[in-house]
């Protein structure tokens, strides 16, 4: 079962980015740009790791940065600013979450609908990706992992990797 949902996607391009405001979306969207030279990413996933025990499917991102008292990797703790001046306050994500939710093994796994990412580099990272995926037309997703699980991570991945499958076949793609 494992190696035929693997077979379903034809490529998975993973990028580590650092816990750092503005280095993340930076280094996430160079990513996306090298993937994009060879083929078209047909979806953008962000995980982030947070305290709870349970996934949390982000729905949208904030035009804020606001950290009292956490630091980023490089030390920096934002206490309340627009990530672009000016822009609009919040973007929701362009995801096909009917056919992401249609996943079973998903769902079983009673995963927390969140209408944000918080406050810190996860949700600076979300808006600056969101918006710019948004121009190309390429669905994106945050996904918070649990930190405090007590599901095995291959679980948690297998639904995961199964719910994309889900979302990707609802978009026209794959088998």
């Known amino acids: 079962e494992q190696q035929a949902l693997s077979r379903s996607f034809s490529r998975v391009e993973l990028c580590q980015v650092p816990v750092v405001y503005d280095d993340a979306a930076r280094v996430a969207m160079a990513c996306v740009r090298a993937t994009q030279a060879q083929s078209k990413p047909v ?3 962000s995980l982030g790791e947070w305290s709870g025990s349970r996934l949390r499917i982000e729905t949208a991102a904030h035009n804020w940065d606001a950290s009292p008292g956490l630091a980023d990797n490089s030390g920096e703790i934002r206490v309340g600013s627009e990530i672009i001046p000016g822009a609009e306050s919040s973007i929701g994500f362009r995801f096909p979450m009917t056919e ?15 209408p944000t990412p918080g406050a810190f580099v996860c949700n600076h990272l979300a808006y600056q990706l969101s918006r710019q995926l948004e121009r190309a037309k ?38």
């Open 43 to 45: 979806v953008v996933i």
């Open 100 to 114: 992401f939710f249609s996943s079973p093994r998903l769902r079983a796994l009673e995963p927390l609908v969140s």
């Open 138 to 175: 390429t669905p994106y997703l945050f996904i918070h992992v649990g930190r405090e699980s007590e599901k095995r991570p291959a679980d948690e991945a297998q639904a995961l990797a199964e719910a994309l499958l889900f979302s990707v076949r609802g978009m026209g793609h794959g088998r």
